[in-house]
T-cell receptor, first 113, second 113 residues
């Protein structure tokens, strides 16, 4: 069974641009969450989606948005990129709405220049 | 919201010694406390977790203890090995359908020969 897959693995963008990150959960997992991990810090919660609906949102500006598709894959979109958006973006999936049994993907390393 | 503090930020032990990492949390509604290991450039991997109805849990060389009254929990690694070298993160999460993990700032563990 494949784990949580994220694409792309690395990305370089210019300030002001827009970026879309993609995540495919483990087969059978219906919940997808997104986290931002700035270098040297712990991951910070951005969104949780379950059954294609937003179920939780962290303290991030409206420039950050996400959605979940009928096959439970997910996209994270960030508009008007800032230098401070440079980070590792992690996707995690779990079977249910609850938090137990999170599995993280390897992440997308976003660099904003 | 929840706030998780983690100490120490760095920890160096000799191979075979024990290592202890401590975390405190602020939200009494939190009831799930996982620990993640993150090697350089890799995804966080769940190594052990504990729920609030349990005081201690052990898995081979790894154990976690929870004191709900004092709102702190600890990771204990015995007989450390060089492959235990990594950054360890604690996290806390409340029960509920839109739960999210709040992570500590991480502990860099170095096991020396």
């Amino acid at each position: 069974d494949a784990g949580v897959t994220q694409s792309p693995t690395h990305l370089i963008k210019t300030r002001g641009q827009h970026v879309t990150l993609r995540c495919s959960p483990i087969s059978g997992h219906k919940s997808v969450s997104w986290y931002q991990q700035v270098l040297g810090q712990g991951p910070q919660f951005i969104f949780q989606y379950y059954e294609k609906e937003e179920r939780g949102r962290g303290n991030f500006p409206d420039r950050f948005s996400a959605r979940q598709f009928p096959n439970y894959s997910s996209e994270l979109n960030v508009n008007a990129l800032l230098l401070g958006d440079s980070a590792l973006y992690l996707c995690a999936s779990s079977l249910a709405r609850g938090n137990y049994g999170y599995t993280f993907g390897s992440g997308t390393r976003l660099t904003v220049v | 919201g929840e706030n998780v503090e983690q100490h120490p930020s760095t920890l160096s032990v000799q191979e075979g010694d024990s290592a202890v990492i401590k975390c405190t949390y602020s939200d009494s509604a939190s009831n799930y406390f996982p620990w993640y290991k993150q090697e350089l450039g890799k995804r966080p991997q769940l190594i052990i977790d504990i729920r609030s109805n349990v005081g201690e849990k052990k898995d081979q060389r790894i154990a976690v203890t929870l004191n709900k009254t004092a709102k702190h929990f600890s990771l204990h690694i015995t007989e450390t090995q060089p492959e235990d070298s990594a950054v360890y993160f604690c996290a806390a999460s409340p029960a509920g359908t839109a739960s999210k993990l709040t992570f500590g700032t991480g502990t860099r563990l170095q096991v020396t020969l």
